[in-house]
C-alpha cells in the first residue's frame, strides 16, 4: 500500500550524506519519484555522480557535493552550496556511515575505531548542528538519521561499531526532544543487515559458518533491501509521520522481538 502520493514531495529540497551507493542511494531516488530535489553527498565522487545522473533521469533537480562528513568545513560547505542552489533544506538524511571487519575487541586497531567515531559520530554531530542551525532559520525541517540494531544492543566482534551507532540513537532523542518546539522533528531506522556494499564486505571477511549467521539472524531468513530501509526513511520524513518524534525504527525482520 502507497500512502505517499507522488507529489509529496515537490518544491521540497532533501540532502543525503553517503547517497553515492546502498541505503543513501536508494532513499535519493525515492525521493526523487516523490518529486524532491536531491542534494547528494558522499567521498566516492564516481559511484555519487552515478547516482545524480539516475536522479535526473527521474526528472527532477539534483546536485553532487564531495564531502567528508568527518570534517567540519566541509560539512558547513556543503550546507552552504545546497542553500545556494535550493534556497532551503527541507528534510537531512544522515547516512554516511563506515565499519569494520568482526574483529575480537582487544585486538581491534584503534585506529579503525577512531575512523567510526569520525564519520559514525563526530559525521552526524557535523551534520545535525547544521542542519539545526538552517531549519532554525526557516522554521522547521526533518532530521532523519541512520543508526542500526547494533545501536540498540550488543553486536560482538564489532563493539566498537556498535558504540558509535549507540550515539546515533542518543543523538536523535535527545535532539527530537531539544528542538520539537522549533517545528524540528528528529527521527532514526536502525537497520540489520541490508543486502548493501557495506555488508557485502563483511561478508567477505567471513568464512561459510559467519556468512550463514549472517543470513540466519533474521527470522525471516534474508537480508534486508535497500527499498525497504529507504521507504521508512521517506515515510518519517513525510507529513504521514508528523507526530513521530525521537524515535528510532527497528527495520530487522524480527530479529530483536
Not at 558522499?42 to 539516475?54: H, V
Not at 531468513?221 to 526513511?233: D, S, T
Request: hydrophobic share 45%; proline share 3%.
Amino acid at each position: 500500500m502507497q500512502l505517499l502520493n507522488d507529489q509529496a514531495f515537490m518544491g521540497k529540497t532533501v540532502l543525503i550524506t553517503g547517497g553515492a551507493s546502498g541505503i543513501g542511494a536508494q532513499s535519493a531516488l525515492t525521493f526523487a519519484q516523490l518529486g524532491a530535489n536531491i542534494v547528494l553527498s558522499d567521498i566516492d565522487q564516481e559511484a555519487g555522480l552515478a547516482t545524480l545522473s539516475r536522479i535526473h533521469e527521474v526528472g527532477v533537480q539534483g546536485i553532487y557535493i564531495n564531502a567528508d562528513v568527518s570534517d567540519v568545513d566541509q560539512v558547513n560547505t556543503m550546507f552552504a552550496t545546497a542553500i545556494d542552489e535550493f534556497t532551503h533544506i527541507d528534510v537531512v538524511v544522515n547516512n554516511a556511515g563506515v565499519e569494520y571487519p568482526p574483529t575480537p575487541t582487544h585486538l581491534t586497531d584503534d585506529a579503525l575505531f577512531l575512523k567510526n567515531v569520525d564519520v559514525n559520530i563526530k559525521g552526524v554531530w557535523f551534520c545535525i548542528k547544521a542542519a539545526l542551525n538552517m531549519m532554525l532559520k526557516q522554521g522547521g525541517g526533518q532530521i532523519i538519521n541512520v543508526a542500526s540494531v547494533a545501536g540498540l544492543r550488543s553486536a560482538p566482534m564489532i563493539s566498537g561499531y556498535s558504540a558509535t551507532k549507540h550515539a546515533v540513537v542518543g543523538l536523535t532523542k535527545s535532539v527530537a526532544v531539544e528542538y520539537a518546539r522549533a517545528n524540528i522533528r528528529v527521527n532514526a531506522v536502525c537497520p540489520s543487515f541490508i543486502d548493501t556494499p557495506m555488508v557485502q564486505r563483511t561478508l567477505a571477511h567471513m568464512d561459510e559458518k559467519g556468512q550463514r549467521s549472517i543470513m540466519g539472524a533474521s527470522p525471516m531468513k534474508r537480508l534486508g533491501k535497500p527499498q525497504e530501509i529507504a521507504n521508512a526513511i521517506v515515510w518519517l520524513a513525510s507529513d504521514e509521520s508528523s507526530f513521530m518524534n525521537g524515535h528510532c525504527m527497528t527495520m530487522d525482520g524480527g530479529m530483536l522481538a
